[in-house]
Nanobody, 127 residues
Framework: QVQLVESGGGLVQAGDSLRLSCAASGRTFSSYAMGWFRQAPGKEREFVAVLSWSGNSAYYADSVKGRFTISRDNAKNTVYLQMNSLKPEDTAVYCC????????????????????WGQGTQVTVSS
């Protein structure tokens, strides 16, 4: 069982930066690939980024590539999402998710792949 708790959201202006954190419980955090998804009002949940359990492979949605960076600190059981050059269209609830590495596939953008989810943190970007 893994419990995930996000933090770091807030209200910012376009062009600003935010760093989201996702703290995980349990001693096997390093065995999980970690992803970030977001959901804007009236829209479906969408993939943002994923980082492999080893931290060697990261993938991003085209909409955030070059602006967002996912990273992890296994010693702190935490995954981060550094968001730069924020745009109003980045406004959403951001959730982190975990999948054990033995279940991780190339379908990392599909939310059904992930086994554990956090409650989310709101990010609002004003124009």
């Amino acid at each position: 069982q893994v419990q995930l708790v996000e933090s770091g959201g807030g209200l910012v202006q376009a062009g600003d930066s935010l760093r989201l954190s996702c703290a995980a419980s349990g001693r096997t955090f390093s065995s999980y690939a970690m992803g970030w998804f977001r959901q804007a009002p009236g829209k479906e949940r969408e993939f943002v980024a994923v980082l492999s359990w080893s931290g060697n492979s990261a993938y991003y949605a085209d909409s955030v590539k070059g602006r967002f960076t996912i990273s992890r600190d296994n010693a702190k059981n935490t995954v981060y999402l550094q968001m730069n050059s924020l745009k109003p269209e980045d406004t959403a609830v951001y959730c982190c998710a975990a999948v054990p590495h033995w279940k991780y596939t190339n379908n990392y953008a599909v939310s059904e792949l992930y086994q554990y989810w956090g409650q989310g943190t709101q990010v609002t970007v004003s124009s």
